[in-house]
């Protein structure tokens, strides 16, 4: 019988190793027992692994189990306190920044407007959020594994935003920049990605393999998961269906293009025509929660806006369906909090226009994590990459 050579060995060790980390990650407190029965791999392999887990810190032993018979056993846990992450949204007008732990749960919060798009100002502001977070971080044995942020652009497998029309960048090297500032690893990617990831995670997409996650702020951005695995194309900057041609003839898009889905199923589309409608106050920033509390009082106006709204989203998941069927279609960002307003237009616009079949096998959901599915989406990223490099891997399916 052929022997493996060490490098297959060692990939081997890996794949075990990360296979006990997920388990008892997911589904304890378990007995090493538990453990070897639930993975199929014999306990003098689970006790090797549980125990370089135990020193590494990322699985600790607490009270005894129940016992069928004899000595009650010793069960293992995740320590999800043994380091934190910092996820970063940029928006177009805004930055959130989130401080987790390592199974995504939230310790600080932290968001502030952007007044403009210039990319020192941006970066400074980036840099202070940051600052602010790694600030609150408790002791543990990594401190602050990593940083991720999200940006609304196209991200390159080097992670350097090539071009991001909404803030009017190309080229930008933010990566660099952030860890030469702090020292800490960071992993840089498109938002929708990243509010894809959070979500899939987290939120409504938890357990589901196919869906498409749609991010709805000043601009439009798409996340795909096929088969469980995040879709980013053969380059990286798959999921900018914001650009769809909806109007052959319509709007000049910052993109270089005419007649894209976002210029007219956005936030910013939305605050265009409310401003044209004389409802705004220009540049205030607030003016999205101002028309959120219209629309609980009432006001036709914005009733209609949100009404047209809600059925230009529609035409653009009409494209999504019917090119990728997926499970699920998430919507989220900031212009999910209207959903109250915005469901029903959606709906009537995808009876009309949607196979039947199409409309029974694609459920239509929004955001459960709001505001936060790209900071936390962007979070994970950093998580998984410091857990990859330990050689060990959250998700499976990243071993290669």
Known sequence: MKRLRTGDQNLVKQINKS???NTIKKKGPLSRAQVSKKTGLNKATVSTMVSELINEAFIHEIGAGKSSGGRKPVML????RAGYAVGIDVGVNYILGVLTDLSGNVIEKTASPLRNIDIDYVVGQIFSCIETL???????????V??????PGQVGQDDQILFAPNLKWRNIHLKQMVEKKFLIPAKIGNEANAGA????LYGAGKNISNLVYVSIGIGIGTGI???NRLYKGATGISGEMGHFTIDFNGKKCSCGNRGCWELYASESALLQE????KLLNENDESNLDFLFREAQKGNSQVLKLLNILGENIGFGLINIMNTFNPETI????????????IKKPIERILEERLPVYHQSNTDIRFSMLGDDSTALGAASFAISSFFLNRKITDRLESIS
Not at 146 to 151: D, K
Not at 197 to 200: F, L, N, S
Not at 330 to 341: D, P, Q, S, Y
């Open 19 to 21: 296979i006990v980390f």
């Open 77 to 80: 846990y995740f320590n999800h």
């Open 134 to 144: 790694v600030n609150n971080v408790p002791n543990s044995p990594y401190g602050i």
């Open 146 to 151: 990593g940083v991720g942020i999200g940006v």
């Open 197 to 200: 990831y959070g979500e899939q």
């Open 225 to 227: 998961f096929i088969n």
């Open 274 to 277: 409310a401003s044209q409608q």
């Open 330 to 341: 998430i919507i989220g960002n900031r212009i999910a909090r209207f959903k109250n307003w």
